[in-house]
């Protein structure tokens, strides 16, 4: 019944209840250790009870467990950049290239180069991005909505609508 403890534990994680998610969580795990989405579940769980090691052990377990599954490379990366790992964020991109391609994937890469500083390398990349992902621009603002007032951002993205 490893299926009933883990829908338990994404309640729990609706209600923000992260003792309980983690309990059902890891109950879930005890039966089937093999999947991902209870892994990535425990992580965020761990993640709000600031138990950052375990976060970072269960984000790991995710993507060995579905390497092709682009959400979990993403949730993992914004764990890393979240605990201030910027350097760790993009060596987790890098890897997950290896199995998948998405345009999160990709505006994570520029949010995490914005983060560290290097704006002339995010803007080359955002240009790149946007010439074959505009229609998925939004993701950048959702990861760092104080790109919303940066003018240079701006004027590269109207470039491209």
Known sequence: HDEAFY???????????????????KKAIEIDDNREEYHAS?????????????????????????????????QYAL?????????GALEILDLAEESTVS???????????????DRQEALLQLSEVLEDEYASHELLFDMMPELRRDTEVISLVRAYS
């Open 7 to 25: 829908h338990l534990g994404e309640i729990a994680i609706a209600e923000q209840q992260w003792e309980l998610a983690a309990h059902y969580c």
């Open 103 to 117: 345009p999160e994937l990709s505006y994570c890469r520029i949010a995490c180069l914005f983060r560290m500083g």
């Open 79 to 87: 764990f890393l950049m979240l605990t201030g790992q910027e350097d």
């Open 42 to 74: 425990l992580a965020q769980a761990y993640t709000e009870l600031n138990e950052l090691e375990l976060a970072e052990t269960h984000y790991c377990l995710a993507t060995d467990i579905a390497p092709e599954a682009a959400e979990y490379w993403l």
